[in-house]
């Protein structure tokens, strides 16, 4: 049976405190959810084990708590499920849309360097160089050699090879993106090159984990920020790739104050234990990010 209530979630990295933005997201989802008599789900975004920490772990779910939030359990925690992402790394592989490279984050600065020197070399969404490297081309046996040699490996994907295979794809934005798109909203995942599905040191990354996660926990309203608005071409086509259902999407904008004038940079940066030992309180917060007091 198709389930009528809509399923929302807040899925944040435990790299460091929840500050202002971050209540800003986690509250919106979980007003929108009240609103829309959903569900809230919290995830734990932590593969990135050299900044997750069990203390900023701890502390969301303190945080949220202190600001009158309210999620199911259990929650759901990435590293806990590596398995189910390398599954789908498999799968992408056999379909022949992922390649291994070998180049180390120096050997890329190089060949972006010696590209720009000629010209210029294009950028992706976030500013950083789209891959400049020949992992692609490699032979079994090169591959075969480098994968002995200890040499740093990331699996990417074969944007090129990836694109013939689905097509053109669209998604449903609810919210705009940071030129005021909305509606249906064409994808692009060109323009961020064979990108990093999984590393030899964590078998998945952002974008992989994400769509898989989203899928298995039938969340229906992906939420988010605006910075991760075009991220969702690539998530739209891992989507197409692997099968999985297409949530809608709303990406929120900054931060206003209640006059809608842009917070100062400093306040929506400072973390939320910070204000709250300054004596503020969850009203306060929520009027600060521009929400009404009660869901
Ligand atoms: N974990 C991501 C972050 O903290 C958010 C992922 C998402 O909402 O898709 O920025």
């Known amino acids: 049976m198709i389930s009528a209530h809509p399923v929302f979630r807040f899925a944040p990295s435990p790299n460091g405190y929840l500050h202002l933005g971050h209540a800003y997201s986690a509250l919106l989802n979980f007003d929108l959810a009240r609103q829309a008599d ?7 975004e932590d593969i990135d084990v050299t900044r997750c920490r069990p ?11 202190w600001l009158g939030i309210a999620w199911e359990t259990p929650v759901r925690r990435q590293s806990d499920h590596l398995d189910v992402y390398i ?6 592989a056999a379909m022949g849309v992922l390649y291994p490279s070998f180049e180390s984050r120096a050997e890329i600065a ?4 010696a590209e720009e020197a000629k010209g210029s ?9 789209i891959y400049p490297g020949a992992g692609k081309s490699l032979s079994a046996t090169e591959v075969t050699a480098l994968k002995r040699s200890g040499a ?3 699996l990417r994907l074969d944007m090129a090879e990836a694109i013939r295979r689905v097509g053109a794809l669209f998604w449903q934005e609810r919210g705009t993106g940071p030129d005021g798109e909305t509606g249906a909203v064409a994808a692009h995942p060109e323009v961020w090159g064979d990108v990093i ?17 989203d899928a298995l926990q039938g969340v229906t309203d992906v939420v988010r920020g605006q910075d991760l608005f075009w991220s969702t071409s690539v998530h739209r086509l891992l989507q197409e790739l692997l099968g999985l259902p297409v949530p809608a999407y709303r990406h929120h904008g900054l931060l206003r104050d209640e006059t809608g004038a842009k917070l100062a ?31």
Do not use: F, N
């Not at 203390?55 to 708590?65: G, N, V």
């Open 55 to 65: 203390e900023y772990e701890q502390a969301i779910y303190d945080d949220l708590a």
């Open 121 to 129: 070399w294009p950028r992706d969404p976030d500013g950083a160089p």
């Open 152 to 154: 740093p490996m990331a």
């Open 87 to 92: 599954a789908a790394c498999d799968r992408l």
């Open 38 to 44: 959903g569900r809230l789900l919290l995830r734990i």
């Open 110 to 113: 190089r060949l972006v360097a």
């Open 265 to 295: 940079k400093s306040l929506a940066s400072t973390s939320l234990r910070e204000l709250r030992a300054e004596g503020a309180t969850p009203v306060d917060i929520r009027r600060l990010v521009g929400l009404p007091s009660h869901p």
């Open 197 to 213: 599905l999984a590393r030899k040191e964590v078998p998945t990354s952002y974008h992989l984990s994400v769509v898989i996660d």
